[in-house]
């Protein structure tokens, strides 16, 4: 495929909700404020999705094992070509690896804001990035998380420990657009398998986060 750097490609950014909308509900009485959601993210960009957990990892849009985006947010469009933005993977994936991984400075929105910086000059959404100052904040926030944080990166820095990325790849698409997401929740482990790349295979399922992914 020619790559026309007029073009350009889309890159969009999946939001995950791992609290299923619970936190929304829960937070006020726990936290006195309310907190729309425990925010998990991936980038869409090249024809895969990108996200942070036990390493960089890599599945079909929409279909990793965190189901249905809660929301998708068009980050515009990355006019980077293929051979840079795999450069630029395998340096993230050192910085990203799975001993890196921390709840509160080097998770997977750490990870999906660099990239959007680096594809597009924009950076995601601050409500996402400064989740875990924000629950910090809080009395009990202050309390519980320097007890459960070390179980919790542990359990949040095995998302795709089934298999991290071997090597950035970026999927031969000619559009570079994000498919449809899968269309149930319960699909996405079995549908992520199908599309991986070889040499790479499929994700783990992230846990539940208290702060962010």
Known sequence: IVWDSHRGRRVELHVYDLSMGLAAQASPLLLGRTVAGIWHTGVVAFGSEWYFGHGVNRSAPGRTPFGRPHEV????????????FQEYMAELQLRFSPQAYNL?????????DELCHFLVGQRIPRHITGLPQEVLQTPLGQMLLPVIGGTMERVLGQAGRAGPLGGPQPAPVSEGRAQPPAPA???GAAAAAAAEPQGAKPEGRDGPEGASG
């Not at 947010?73 to 840079?84: K, L």
């Open 73 to 84: 947010r068009d980050m515009g469009s990355t006019f980077i070509p293929p051979e840079v």
């Open 104 to 112: 509160l400075h080097n998770n997977c929105n750490n990870f999906s």
């Open 185 to 187: 929740a319960g699909s």
